[in-house]
């Protein structure tokens, strides 16, 4: 059965102080690694999409890698702003069928 | 111009009624999709419809029935409501094909009294 687990459950980061979140998986045919952003209240808003080992997709003070087990979401200087929980999801059949993590909450403090 | 828009945003009501959620998307896109978010923040997939299509059906009660009348509208008829079926729930939409991202609505929450 596909998996997906993310750690840690939750990071407190002080501003400015870099960090990684974790997103291991178990899938047979990989059709896609998909990050999320979750504000409190609101829909996952989607971040990126990785396909392949090795692949590395950036945005703003975000940038998400690739291997055959897992992906990093790498957060560089993190600014309150930037507070929420963070998703990844596997996709593993053509038709979207999504699996998502629990989730890694991040709290950055000024 | 909201991409993914749910109505209600909040729905309360008592065990055993019937309630209805509505989805519409304004993306163009093929697919559409059921997710409930339960109280630990897991989302899992329900249904989805591909052009009107249902195309995944996980193992969800059959008091749960998914209804697209066209592309752009997917929505959710929940009979003879129960305390665990307590969550948000959120719609999404994307473009038929491989790996295609999934846009999501801000969530229905449910609360059973």
């Known amino acids: 059965e596909d998996q997906v687990t993310q750690s840690p459950e939750a990071l407190r980061l002080q501003e400015g102080e870099s960090s990684s979140l974790n997103c291991s998986y178990t899938v047979s045919g990989l059709r896609g690694l998909f990050w999320y952003r979750q504000d409190p209240g609101k829909g996952p808003e989607f971040l990126f999409t990785l396909y392949s080992a090795g692949e590395e997709k950036e945005k703003e003070r975000l940038k998400a890698t690739l291997t055959k087990k897992e992906s990093f979401l790498h957060i560089t200087a993190p600014k309150p702003e930037d507070s929420a929980t963070y998703l990844c999801a596997v996709g593993a059949d053509s038709w979207g069928k999504l699996q998502f993590g629990a989730g890694t909450q991040v709290v950055v403090t000024p | 111009d909201t991409a993914v828009s749910q109505t209600p945003k909040y729905l309360v009501t008592q065990m055993g009624n019937d309630k209805s959620i509505k989805c519409e998307q304004n993306l163009g896109h093929d697919t559409m999709y059921w997710y409930k978010q339960d109280s630990k923040k897991f989302l899992k997939i329900m249904f989805s419809?591909?052009?009107?299509?249902?195309?995944i059906n996980e193992t969800v009660p059959n008091r749960f029935s998914p209804k697209s009348p066209d592309k752009a509208h997917l929505n959710l008829h929940i009979n003879s409501l129960e305390l665990g079926d307590s969550a948000v729930y959120f719609c999404?939409?994307?473009?038929?094909?491989?790996?295609?991202?999934?846009?999501f609505g801000d969530g229905t929450r449910l609360s059973i009294l």
């Open positions: 419809y591909n052009n009107k299509e249902l195309i």
């Open positions: 999404a939409s994307s473009r038929q094909g491989l790996g295609q991202p999934q846009h």
